[in-house]
Every structure is written in structure tokens, then in C-alpha cells.
């Protein structure tokens, strides 16, 4: 099913659309190893897309390598996000969960992965050329060093700013 012949997955992207591109473009001139990266997609010409241009795994629906992954990047419509939820919570439990989904409410996400570990993001459209401004709220229960690394994630498409309150990020 997968692209690649690496089975440890370090980020997981569910949804390859342009944030997602965005961040992996970002992760990548930071020194990401693209092997390192899996994006699952169900549409054939973007999986093709992003093997091509970006060198990452990819896999058009839920894979076992999901479960190695330190993090999960959510990048789907939020209309798609409960579905995907019920397909991806089994294999992504581990993970710090990282959502740009627009609208979505952590509690919410929380609810429908089972785990609190979600930073929530609401780029805009300036990150897909590195020069975003990204607000970024995270719920107590992620760590200091996981806060950081979402951030080192972010810096890549532009400047971010930390929100206490997550209505903050309307």
C-alpha cells in the first residue's frame, strides 16, 4: 500500500492538499528526511504529486505505519474530519496530534480521537510561500518539548504566534 520502503514514520500527514505540501515543503528544507514523512491521500494524482516532487511515503488510506509516527498532522476539509477520525484514532494514539483544519474546536477533536494531545493551528494562506502568520493554541495536556517541536514545525512556513485562550485563534 505504501510508497518507500521505510516502515518508521516520524509525521504523518492525513490529507496531502496544499497546507499539508506547504508544511512538508517547510519540513523538508529544515532537514526532514523525506522517507521519514507519510501522507495518506485517497486521491491517486496527488499521492503521485507528492512522491514526485517531494520524495515522501504515501498511502491512500490507514496503514500500520501510522502507529510508529510521533506525529499526526490533520489536512483534511473539516466536513471529512469525523470519518477520517474513526479510520486513523486506532493507529494514531500515540501521537501528538497537530490540526489545520479551519473551524474544528480541540474538544472536539479530542473527543472524536480519544487523546488530548492536539495543537491547533490556523495558518493562512501566505505559509503555502513561507511567509505565513500561523496562531497556534495548545491544550494543557501537551508538553513543553511538544509545543516547541510543532513550532520548529510551523517557523518553516513563516512567523507564528502562541494563543493562551483558543478562542484566540478566531
Not at 87 to 110: E, F, K
Not at 145 to 154: C, G, T, W
Request: glycine share 10%; aromatic share 4%.
Amino acid at each position: 500500500m505504501m510508497t518507500g520502503m521505510s516502515t518508521s514514520i516520524d509525521i504523518a500527514f492525513i490529507g496531502g492538499g496544499n497546507m499539508a505540501t506547504a508544511i512538508i515543503g517547510g519540513l523538508l528544507r529544515q532537514g526532514t528526511a523525506p522517507a521519514s514523512i507519510l501522507v495518506i491521500d485517497p486521491v491517486p494524482e496527488q499521492r503521485q504529486r507528492l512522491t514526485d516532487t517531494l520524495g515522501v511515503q504515501t498511502a491512500a488510506g490507514p496503514d500500520d505505519a501510522l502507529r510508529t509516527a510521533r506525529t499526526v498532522v490533520w489536512a483534511v476539509k473539516p466536513q471529512q474530519f469525523k470519518d477520517a477520525a474513526q479510520s486513523y484514532a486506532p493507529l494514531t494514539a500515540q501521537a501528538l496530534h497537530y490540526s489545520v483544519m479551519a473551524g474544528l474546536r480541540t474538544d472536539d477533536i479530542a473527543r472524536l480521537l480519544g487523546t488530548p494531545r492536539i495543537v491547533r493551528a490556523m495558518p493562512n494562506t501566505p505559509a503555502l510561500v513561507g511567509q505565513g502568520m500561523t496562531g497556534l493554541f495548545a491544550r494543557a495536556e501537551v508538553t513543553a518539548d511538544e509545543r516547541a517541536a510543532i513550532e520548529d514545525m510551523v517557523r518553516s512556513t513563516g512567523a507564528h504566534l502562541r494563543v493562551a485562550q483558543e478562542a484566540g485563534l478566531d
